[in-house]
Nanobody
Framework: QRQVVESGGGLVQPGGSLRVSCVAS????????IGWFRQAPGKEREGVAC????????DYSDSVKGRFTVSRDNARNTAYLQMDSLGPEDTARYYC????????????????????WGQGAQVTVVP
């Protein structure tokens, strides 16, 4: 069964940091772009970051650029979203998604290219 599973969310104070991991199973992540999305209560899901398959090119939304870092370790079949300088506006459920791609140097922050989605990890930023 092909799936991705997130872990590492939690509760943090403003200005703090968290790292969410995304582990793939049932397939080799190397040829898949990884997208990170979040959804806050009452809001639409938004793509905040992505990383291409083998080249490791990245893209970020303006809302997280400079604070979040996406990375991947293909040998471990794992991707990461490092979140620094967190604020209350970052409170959301964070999802990773994997999409097979023939373009090793590009990724997208829209949902369409991604086939496998995790259940999400809750990140809550409170004073």
């Amino acid at each position: 069964q092909r799936q991705v599973v997130e872990s590492g969310g939690g509760l943090v104070q403003p200005g703090g940091s968290l790292r969410v991991s995304c582990v793939a199973s049932g397939f080799t992540m190397e040829h898949y772009a990884i997208g990170w999305f979040r959804q806050a209560p009452g809001k639409e899901r938004e793509g905040v970051a992505c990383i291409s398959s083998s080249h490791g090119s990245t893209d970020y939304s303006d809302s997280v650029k400079g604070r979040f870092t996406v990375s991947r370790d293909n040998a471990r079949n794992t991707a990461y979203l490092q979140m620094d300088s967190l604020g209350p506006e970052d409170t959301a459920r964070y999802y990773c998604a994997a999409g097979w791609t023939e373009r090793p140097s590009t990724c997208a922050r829209v949902e369409v290219p991604y086939e496998y989605w995790g259940q999400g990890a809750q990140v809550t930023v409170v004073p």
